[in-house]
């Protein structure tokens, strides 16, 4: 059972465009979700995050957008650069200890 | 401060061995999580262990098992392996392991079984 979906495996973005990573979610009751980004050969690190009781969340060039509604997030990157390219993967959870994580995007920012 | 330090790096075993893989967290840390990453699957969650105890598991065969020390240095073993279970092996820890603390990654154990 996924339960954190990342329907696309890649991206690929031109310099200086934006970049729109999407994640959808089936577990209602998840209150706090993140983005993680990983580069080969590197541990994941996190990069951003937002709770259950925000609808948007910035951080410099990204932004994190969560629509309970239609159990969404996304993630904005404004601009691209090419050292943003990287897997990333959204996640969620609840309480401790348990993040649920999707499959990952490869993001791919061509200069 | 040193980060996630896992060991070994690379590893390569055969169908049917075991293998025990090693996690160093941040010092401080008292939660350690484990995930397998794969490409089809992405970040799957294994188990977390708090204070030398397991305090959540993911959906996988009682061939994973871990455990975690009074140091909480961790380790994971999977026994009677699986062509399958060729992935790479990341752990994680933080403070208390609250959902809204970051995690910290180790850079993992790639494991291929023949």
């Known amino acids: 059972d996924q339960q954190v979906k990342q329907n696309s495996p890649s991206l690929s973005v031109q310099e200086g465009r934006i970049s729109i990573l999407n994640c959808d979610y089936t577990n209602s009751m998840f209150d706090y979700f993140l983005w993680y980004k990983k580069y080969p050969a590197e541990g994941p690190t996190f990069l951003i995050s937002?709770?259950?009781?925000?609808d948007k969340n910035e951080d410099g060039r990204f932004t994190v957008f969560l629509n309970k509604s239609a159990k969404h997030l996304s993630l904005h990157i404004v601009p691209s650069q090419p050292g943003d390219s990287a897997v990333y993967f959204c996640?969620?959870?609840?309480?401790?200890?348990?993040?649920?994580f999707g499959q990952g995007t490869i993001l791919t920012v061509h200069p | 401060k040193a980060g996630v330090t896992q060991t070994p790096r690379y590893l390569i075993k055969t169908r049917g061995q075991q293998v025990t893989l090693s996690c160093s967290p941040i010092?401080?840390?008292?939660?350690v999580s484990w995930y397998q990453q794969t490409p089809g699957q992405g970040l799957q969650f294994l188990f977390e262990y708090f204070s030398e105890t397991q305090r959540n598991k993911g959906n996988f065969p009682g061939r994973f098992s871990g455990r975690q020390f009074s140091n909480s240095r961790s380790e994971m073993n999977v026994s009677t392996l699986e062509l399958g279970d060729s992935a790479l092996y990341l752990c994680a820890s933080s403070l208390t392991g609250i959902t809204n603390e970051k995690l910290f990654f180790g850079s993992g154990t790639q494991l291929s079984v023949l």
């Open positions: 996640g969620g959870g609840t309480s401790y200890g348990k993040l649920t």
């Open positions: 010092s401080g840390h008292r939660s």
């Open positions: 937002i709770s259950s009781i925000k």
